[in-house]
């Protein structure tokens, strides 16, 4: 049986990045009979902030995103990484097979550097791609479907079982990336979509929420709204979140707008939305009537999560000679 491993921080609600970047792949590749594993990085927080704020309830949330989204937890393990002391053991031997050179060019660290919340910089934010390789490899995954952002990460845990196979015997898979075909989701002020940046439109939100986030986009002064990816990308950006929600050509919805301005392209682009997520957060407010399932989901994935974390680091161990 193909498995599946793939996480998010939880630093916030999931948003329309997440779902056609990751989420609506996960769901598929669940229904198609894989077995997933969705790890809830939480010491991964505090990477690029001081303090992990309200963890347990944006650990909650997610866990309502998941299941709106169409995440069964009777066929999918959804744990949280700090609950599972094994996998963080693994990070030790991974942290040296890395350089520190290695580490200090990835590219997706350096652009978390440029928006991180942090005093200083610290040495989590350099070494948290050797920990997300424990998240992944503790599992064994055939593949980590992700968005682009994680591309490097990937490479660094491909290595890492690589170098770790290499040196102690083999006892790792190097998992493929699976990207989907929205690999990377602008927000509203044309840089990638992301919780922490404010220009996310959240899965969870009501239809007003969703109506002032879109407002507030960033577009231009043309009154002819036409696709042009290259010369308008903040309208091409609006235009594709409308196309990709109603699964439409975004030239088409372009030239139905016509001279319609960016008033009636936002206004297009809100329906399109609010449209397509109405059964997700019909399901989502059903979920959140009753948090102790939620609560129940995460103590069982836990469970299952810890069992196959400690078989591995067994392995890693006796691999590695005289570990206990
Ligand atoms: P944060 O700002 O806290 O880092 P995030 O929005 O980047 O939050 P993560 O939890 O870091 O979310 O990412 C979870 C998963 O969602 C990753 O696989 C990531 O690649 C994917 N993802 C996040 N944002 C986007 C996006 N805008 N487009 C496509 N995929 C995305
Ligand atoms: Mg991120």
Redesign the pocket.
């Known amino acids: 049986m193909t498995r599946i491993l793939?996480?998010?921080?939880p630093?916030?609600p999931?948003?329309?990045?997440?779902y056609?970047?990751?989420?609506h792949n996960r769901v598929r590749l669940q229904n198609e009979g894989a077995e997933v594993v969705l790890v809830i990085?939480d010491y991964q927080?505090i990477t690029?902030r001081d303090l992990a704020d309200d963890l347990l309830g944006h650990t909650e949330r997610l866990v309502l995103d998941y299941l709106a989204a169409g995440i069964d937890p009777a066929r999918t393990t959804v744990f949280t990484h700090s609950a599972v002391p094994a996998l963080n053991q693994l990070l030790l031997p991974f942290l040296s097979l890395v350089s520190v050179a290695e580490l200090g060019r990835n590219p997706t660290v350096k652009d978390?550097i440029a928006?991180s919340r942090q005093s200083a910089v610290s040495g989590l934010m350099y070494t948290y791609p050797a920990h997300q390789a424990a998240d992944i490899l503790f599992c064994k995954p055939d593949l980590v479907?992700?968005?682009?952002?994680?591309a490097p990460h990937l490479e660094v845990t491909r290595t890492i079982a690589r170098r770790f196979n290499d040196r102690y015997g083999h006892v790792f898979p190097e998992p493929e990336i699976l990207l989907?075909d929205?690999?990377?989701?602008?927000?509203t002020d044309g840089t990638?979509?992301?919780?922490?940046?404010g220009n996310?439109i959240p899965l969870g939100a009501t239809p007003d929420e969703t109506a002032a986030v879109i407002r507030r986009a960033t577009t231009d002064p043309d009154r002819r709204i036409t696709y042009e990816p290259d010369t308008r990308p903040h309208v091409a950006n609006l235009l594709r979140l409308a196309a990709l929600c109603q699964d439409r050509d975004p030239y088409e919805i372009a030239t139905e707008i016509g001279d319609g301005g960016a008033a009636a392209l936002k206004r297009h682009v809100t329906d399109a939305v609010n449209t397509f997520l109405a059964p997700m957060r019909a399901r989502r407010a059903e979920y959140a009537r009753d948090l102790s399932y939620v609560r129940e989901v995460l103590r069982e994935g836990n469970k299952r999560a810890n069992a196959i974390a400690e078989a591995t680091l067994d392995e890693v161990r006796a691999a590695m000679g005289g570990f206990r």
């Open positions: 793939t996480g998010d921080r630093t916030g999931l948003h329309l990045g997440h056609f970047g990751t989420l990085a927080v690029d978390e928006h479907p992700v968005g682009q952002d994680q989907s929205t690999p990377l989701l602008l927000g990638k979509m992301s919780k922490s940046r996310a």
